[in-house]
């Protein structure tokens, strides 16, 4: 399983940004994808995640309201929309596939990209 993500980049305070990222090596889409970010100095945190039918969308009160996540699975797609960006949210970014959440140990993933860099400038 490979995911390719793209869609980084430099964007002013305010702006927004696109992210993509392509799962290939499967052959079902029928698994929950999602999005984390690792900001400099800091761990690696979640962001959003999707159900496989878009009928559950879940996301981190930090970005609730300024993201939207959606996914095209014919093509095994999932995109994260980021309005509003504020230099807090300057991070690699990272999807990821067949995510869970447990009670204890919060949001995980099985696979994941290489990530892609977001650099919010105030």
């Known amino acids: 399983v490979q995911l390719q993500a793209c869609g980084g980049g430099l964007v002013l305070a305010g702006g927004s940004l696109r992210l993509s990222c392509v799962v290939s090596?499967?052959?079902?889409?029928?698994?929950?994808m999602g999005w984390f970010r690792q900001a400099p100095g800091k761990e690696r945190e979640f962001v959003a995640a999707?159900?496989?039918?878009?009928?559950?969308?879940y996301y981190a009160d930090s970005v609730k309201g300024r993201c939207t996540i959606s996914r095209d699975n014919r093509n095994n797609t999932v995109y994260l929309q980021m309005f509003s960006l504020r230099p807090e949210d300057t991070a690699l970014y990272y999807c990821?596939?067949?995510?869970?959440?447990?009670?204890?140990?919060?949001?995980?993933?099985?696979?994941w990209g290489q990530g892609t860099l977001v650099t919010v400038s105030s």
């Open positions: 990821a596939s067949d995510l869970r959440r447990t009670l204890t140990s919060g949001w995980s993933a099985s696979y």
């Open positions: 090596g499967r052959p079902s889409s029928r698994y929950a």
């Open positions: 999707s159900t496989w039918r878009l009928d559950s969308r």
